[in-house]
């Protein structure tokens, strides 16, 4: 297996970050195998989706209709509303497994590995990518 942390600087309002170009760079050399992408973070998730047309401000209004940025939360440490941040991986997984051939992702032609952060009071995120060869 191999492992690499990278940082995002995902700055202080809610953002869909594309992180395919990076899980591109780290795969560089590898075979046939999986793509494991984890945020640890309580705060942040990981997605699949296309990137560029609009999909990524949609997932952002969704989660905003779905998980408002209120006072109902009982998590309330940080900005107003921030214990919906805090439930957000229950919605958006905080890993994503993807097959890899030929050291390549074998993603679908508008398909898109993204980081998915709706924290503002965390600038910065570390996302681990770990190959596992098959």
């Given at each position: 297996?191999?492992?690499?942390?990278?940082?995002?600087?995902?700055?202080?309002?809610?953002?869909?970050?594309?992180?395919?170009?990076?899980?591109?760079?780290?795969?560089?050399?590898?075979?046939?195998g999986l793509l494991h992408v984890f945020v640890p973070h309580a705060t942040a998730g990981v997605a699949v989706l296309e990137t560029g047309s609009g999909s990524d401000e949609d997932l952002l209004a969704a989660l905003d209709t779905l998980l408002p940025r209120d006072d109902r939360w009982r998590h309330r440490h940080g900005t107003p509303g921030h214990g919906r941040d805090h439930v957000l991986p229950a919605f958006v997984s905080p890993y994503a497994v993807l097959p890899v051939l030929g050291g390549e992702l074998a993603l679908g032609v508008w398909q898109s590995v993204c980081l998915v952060d709706t924290n503002g009071d965390n600038p910065q995120r570390q996302v681990r990518f770990s190959f596992l060869a098959g």
């Open positions: 297996m191999r492992s690499e942390l990278i940082t995002v600087r995902t700055g202080h309002s809610a953002v869909v970050h594309d992180l395919t170009a990076a899980a591109r760079a780290f795969l560089a050399g590898t075979g046939d």
